[in-house]
């Protein structure tokens, strides 16, 4: 069966659900629905973006609170009171209220890395609880009751049956937003954030953004869980927005599948499923009442985590017989292109660039220049300070002294995003790919700032043409680097040799004036260094400025114009291949000595 089949029988089903079963099971879904919004946004915050929350259920609070207290609160001032009219209105405002609560402590937590965001959210969970159940005009802990139903089309949903088709379009209308924006050029952006912020930075990505972005529509999901929640029971107390319930929402991610978006339903149907048969269960065979699924749940979650770390929907998954799904890249028409600076021109230039690290001096007072249309290999053994000085050309590692002048403009402490715009591109010496997703998308996201489509228009689908663009770009690239036959693989799955190709494939797609390589050739065969070695060649007769950092001597020889040599973070030589292959300093640096 193909994925749309699927999906249209699960849809189907969906939909004549509330004609043929019975009403407690009516309401055991509608639950399923609103926590698998919140798990949504978790798999989109924690599955993809690796940022872990416990704090989702004050969310959902904030959306329940802010539409309880509008609609019940009599004599209001004027400003407000309109909006407490119908529920509809109040959607809005409880998803503005939420997204502005989250902007402050996203922009106050985000930065945190490590364990710091995680205790970050349980810190903000908890004291959002604890104001629901200690502010008196949300009522305390006895809640607000009184919250008027939902009307649609004149008809008052109170009944469950009813509610059910609400809940779920808002489910289904989240899940379909949610996988558009990750097939996008933000998307990718987004995904790119667990290959770490460097490499995403040099592709132009602004990743505090990105993080904030997803941080926001995570917490707008569980503000319209809180809606629906709040005019389903038309009732709310503190008691299911602390901080054990967040813990719960992040269990339903994890365990149905934090990387994928279905499974956030898995996951929410789950552990919805087996809470309610557990709770029935347990104390009959405990004899005694407590919540003992909770222990269940830690378990499972153990379990969960030894044998399928990316939760279960992949499992099931590969059970289900699905037909492939190979994308076509259509053929689109192309990006736009910068202007290149004229072959022969210095395009970078590197004055008495000094960086210490502590006592360590890694670069000491190191100078270069690479023209448009020329090859400078930096060459040295290991330890020199080349990737070190790679970092500082970069914009990863500011310099502690000197100057890095970019296309006639100074670069050095511009942030590598910034500097990655003007136009300079690079590889990695250690492969900074994502693993899982393709070669394809992998490319793409090296043509990140020859786009413009935004969040909104992603999740519409409204900028498919531009898509389209980046896509063929993307596969022309790859084509380029000769690795046609593998643009739809995981790009964890090939050589690492070829992984390397990936990556030229991707620093190209950004269409740049100067290309920056390090350690290129490392791992690669003698046939693959070949043609690397013939890529490059092309590349530099068309315009373009490469500096390749490299340790192989020979591969550099037959290719460099010009070489600079570096001991000891310093420059010991530089010249024409053939003048620094004979100089004795050089000899003596790479073969300590020996004639
Ligand atoms: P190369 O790329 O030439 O092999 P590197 O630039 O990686 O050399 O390293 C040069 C020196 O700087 C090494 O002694 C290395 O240990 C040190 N170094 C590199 N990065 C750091 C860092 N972030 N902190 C401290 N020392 C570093
Ligand atoms: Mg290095």
């Given at each position: 069966m ?7 029988a699960f ?15 009516i309401?055991l ?8 919004l ?16 416990f704090?989702q259920?004050?969310?959902v609070g904030?959306g329940?609170?802010?539409s309880?207290?509008?609609?019940t ?27 502005a ?15 710091y ?7 903000w969970?908890?004291s ?11 009522g ?22 009813y509610f ?31 290959g770490?912020?460097?490499?995403a ?5 602004d990743?505090?953004?990105?993080k ?10 569980a503000?319209?869980?809180g ?23 992040l ?11 279905w ?18 269960l ?10 003992f ?11 969960v985590?030894?044998?399928a ?29 910068r202007?290149?600076?004229a ?7 590197v ?8 006592g ?7 100078s270069?220049?690479?023209r ?11 330890g020199?300070g ?12 500011p ?47 090296g043509a ?16 498919r043409?531009?898509?389209g ?24 799955s090939?050589?690492?040799?070829q ?7 991707r ?17 690669l065969?003698y ?21 390749l ?18 001991e ?17 300093d ?10």
């Amino acid at each position: 069966m193909s994925a749309r089949n699927w999906v249209v029988a699960f849809l189907a089903l969906l939909a004549l659900g509330p004609l043929v079963l019975p009403e407690f099971h009516i309401t055991l879904l509608n639950y399923i629905g609103l926590y698998a919004l919140v798990a949504l946004g978790l798999v989109l915050l924690t599955g993809v973006g690796g940022l872990t929350s416990f704090g989702q259920a004050a969310f959902v609070g904030i959306g329940a609170y802010t539409s309880a207290y509008l609609t019940t609160t009599e004599g209001l001032p004027d400003f407000v009171a309109w909006v407490g009219v119908s529920p509809w209105l109040t959607l809005p405002a409880a998803i503005l209220l939420t997204v502005a609560v989250a902007a402050v402590l996203g922009l106050l937590t985000l930065r945190l890395s490590g364990h710091y965001l995680p205790l970050g959210t349980i810190a903000w969970g908890m004291s959002l609880y604890f104001l629901f159940g200690n502010v008196s005009f949300l009522g305390g802990h006895t809640g607000v009751s009184g919250i008027p139903a939902i009307s649609l089309f004149g008809v008052e949903l109170k009944d469950g049956r009813y509610f059910y088709y609400l809940i779920w379009l808002m489910v289904l209308a989240a899940l379909w937003a949610t996988q558009n924006l990750l097939d996008s050029r933000e998307g990718r952006a987004i995904r790119a954030l667990k290959g770490g912020a460097v490499m995403a930075e040099a592709m132009g990505v602004d990743t505090a953004r990105s993080k904030l972005v997803i941080f926001l529509i995570a917490a707008a999901f569980a503000a319209v869980s809180g809606w629906l929640y709040a005019h389903l029971q038309r009732f709310v107390n503190p008691t299911p927005f602390g901080l054990h319930i967040g813990i719960e929402y992040l269990f339903m991610a994890v365990i149905g599948g934090a990387g994928h978006v279905w499974g956030a339903l898995l996951g929410a149907g789950l552990i919805t499923i087996l809470k309610q048969w557990l709770q029935d269960l347990l104390p009959r065979i405990f004899g005694a009442s407590g919540n003992f699924e909770i222990i269940v749940f830690g378990l499972l979650m153990i379990f969960v985590l030894h044998r399928a770390r990316d939760g279960l929907w992949p499992v099931i998954r590969r059970l289900a017989p699905l037909r492939g799904a190979r994308r076509k890249v259509e053929s689109a028409g192309p990006l736009g292109r910068r202007t290149k600076p004229a072959a022969g021109s210095v395009v970078l230039e590197v004055k008495d660039a000094v960086k210490k690290f502590g006592g360590l001096t890694a670069n000491n007072h190191m100078s270069l220049s690479v023209r448009a249309g020329e090859i400078l290999a930096l060459i040295g053994p290991n330890g020199a300070g080349k990737s070190t000085l790679f970092n500082l050309i970069t914009g990863v590692d500011p310099p502690t002294a000197g100057e890095v002048h970019f296309l006639g403009g100074r670069v050095d402490g511009l942030a590598s995003r910034e500097i990655a715009r003007r136009g300079m591109s690079r590889t990695f010496q250690h492969v900074r790919l994502l693993a899982t997703m393709s070669v394809l998308e992998n490319v793409a996201i090296g043509a990140h700032l020859r786009g413009g489509g935004g969040v909104m228009a992603a999740a519409l689908r409204l900028e498919r043409a531009e898509e389209g663009r980046l896509l063929a770009e993307a596969a022309r690239q790859i084509e380029r680097v000769g690795l046609a036959e593998h643009v739809f693989d995981a790009a964890g799955s090939l050589a690492l040799g070829q992984q390397r190709t990936v990556e030229i494939a991707r620093a190209l797609a950004a269409d740049p004036s100067l290309l920056l390589l390090d350690e290129p050739a490392a791992g690669l065969r003698y046939l693959e260094k070949q043609a690397l070695a013939e890529l490059l060649g092309r590349l530099r007769d068309e315009g373009m400025g490469i500096l390749l950092v490299e340790h192989d001597m020979d591969f550099v020889m037959g290719l460099a114009d010009r070489v600079v040599v570096m001991e000891f973070g310093e420059k010991i030589a530089e010249g024409l291949p053939e003048e620094v292959q004979g100089n004795p300093d050089v000899i003596e640096a790479y073969l300590g000595g020996v004639d």
